[in-house]
């Protein structure tokens, strides 16, 4: 079984900042990417920013310069540091690993966490 469990989402003025988490546990072999995504209300989920094991990042041109992705592999662990934050960044922001588990070592599958909210607003 593999978990990925999400923290650090809130509410948040305009202008101010958050920190996202998120750690992958359980009978895990190997993550490649890690990523977050995020869904608006009435809106298709899209890619906010992911990062290779290599450390290799992609980030979507709505927040370049304003999010940061790390990841500590030590700790399976994936990071979101959102600076700058506007009311269109509001979403919920899940969290996303392309991973190898134990039971299928030949097999790299999808990962999702359960979401958390972010809400910037006045």
């Known amino acids: 079984q593999v978990q990925l469990v999400e923290s650090g989402g809130g509410l948040v003025q305009p202008g101010g900042s958050l920190r996202l988490s998120c750690a992958a546990s359980?009978?895990?072999?190997?993550?490649?990417?890690m990523g977050w995504y995020r869904q608006a209300p009435g809106k298709q989920r899209e890619l906010v920013a992911a990062?290779?094991?290599?450390?290799?990042?992609n980030y979507a041109d709505s927040v370049k310069g304003r999010f940061t992705i790390s990841r500590d592999n030590a700790k399976n662990t994936v990071y979101l540091q959102m600076n700058s934050l506007k009311p269109e960044d509001t979403a919920v922001y899940y969290c996303?690993?392309?991973?190898?588990?134990?039971?299928?070592?030949?097999?790299?599958?999808?990962?999702w966490g359960q979401g958390t909210q972010v809400t910037v607003s006045s």
């Open positions: 990062v290779t094991s290599g450390g290799n990042t």
């Open positions: 359980g009978s895990i072999f190997s993550i490649n990417a």
């Open positions: 996303n690993a392309d991973l190898r588990s134990n039971y299928d070592v030949t097999l790299s599958l999808d990962y």
